[in-house]
């Protein structure tokens, strides 16, 4: 009897030193939960002004770090009238917002350009100049306005970022006196700028290669993929680079979108937005070292899930 006694106790000890160390594991893996959910994501936002050809123009330089990711994106522009001269004279015939961190391959002088269309004419953010507004510094977001205006038109790139994810979030809103039609093109160099290159897209319902040395431009249908991969076939051929590049886009809204490759070099992708559609919402990745299997795979998830991600990242922000 002792000794059953003695057993009975020896088990009730093992079964409450178990339930002791799953506690305690339960209590470690809520402690990691807390902390993740406590990462904060840094907006850093620095503007100066220089002089090229005797006209001034300002650079602003905002610095991001989602605790996964830093990036540096970069906008310039001359001033007032001035700003037309942008493409030819400041960036390389692109938009001025770049980025440069954590390389350039999405282009450094204008990963992205916008433009609103009326009858009464066009709105470039390529050729005008805009203006810097802070919505989140710190916190689960950080984001920032550049914001574009004519007597009867306007429009913001919206760009925000999620603590603890490495990708980036942009929304191109507009709005017009008169009937429009919003326009996004990216420009991208995927895994790099020295050759020997093999550019090609690939969506979930197929791919596009390279044009050789012509501009060749292939019309998509948006509604059969929510995603494209910026790849190259040559340099990540082993998928030990880093530097694919990848978009997901809300598919209401968007009209019709093509992708024109560039003499095998630079690729372009352009987004329209249908009639008086006045946002059109994307997600910008930059993938580390990864296959191309890898990349699409994970664009996959990111398209599946971009309706709450999208939430996260702009509901709530001020106009």
């Not at 920032?144 to 603590?163: E, I, K, N, S």
């Amino acid at each position: 009897m002792l000794t059953l006694r003695n057993g009975v106790g020896a088990l009730w000890v093992a079964i409450a030193w178990r339930a002791f160390l799953l506690g305690a594991a339960d209590n470690e893996l809520e402690a990691l939960k807390a902390a993740a959910n406590q990462c904060s994501t840094a907006l850093e936002v620095a503007n100066e002004g220089v002089v090229q050809e005797g006209k001034p123009y300002n650079v602003t330089r905002f610095k991001l770090d989602t605790k996964m990711v830093r990036y540096l994106l970069r906008y310039q522009s001359f001033l007032g009238a001035n700003a037309s001269e942008n493409p030819r004279l400041l960036n390389d015939g692109a938009s001025g917002y770049g980025m440069l961190q954590p390389h350039g391959y999405w282009y450094g002088n204008g990963f992205l350009d916008a433009a609103l269309r009326t009858s009464q004419g066009l709105l470039s953010a390529s050729q005008c100049e805009g203006g810097v507004k802070v919505l989140e510094e710190s916190g689960q977001r950080a984001a920032f306005d550049l914001r574009f205006g004519q007597p009867g038109a306007g429009m913001v790139l919206r760009t925000a970022a999620l603590a603890g994810r490495g990708e980036l979030f942009v929304e191109l809103r507009g709005k017009a006196e008169a009937r429009f039609t919003l326009s996004a093109t990216f420009h991208g160099y995927p895994l790099g700028f020295n050759a020997p290159f093999d550019r090609c897209v690939h969506t979930a319902a197929g791919e596009t290669g390279n044009s050789g040395t012509n501009y060749v431009t292939t019309a998509l249908d948006p509604s059969k993929s929510q995603w494209l991969l910026l790849t190259d076939h040559k340099l990540n051929a082993d998928g030990k680079r880093s530097g694919q590049l990848g978009l997901v886009f809300r598919r209401a809204g968007v009209k019709s979108l093509r992708v024109t490759h560039g003499g095998n070099y630079v690729i372009n992708v352009d987004f329209v937005g249908g009639e008086d559609v006045g946002a059109l919402d994307f997600i910008v990745c930059d993938f580390d070292v990864m296959t191309i299997k890898g990349a699409e795979d994970k664009l996959a998830v990111l398209a599946k899930d971009s309706d709450g991600l999208f939430k996260r990242a702009f509901d709530g922000l001020p106009e």
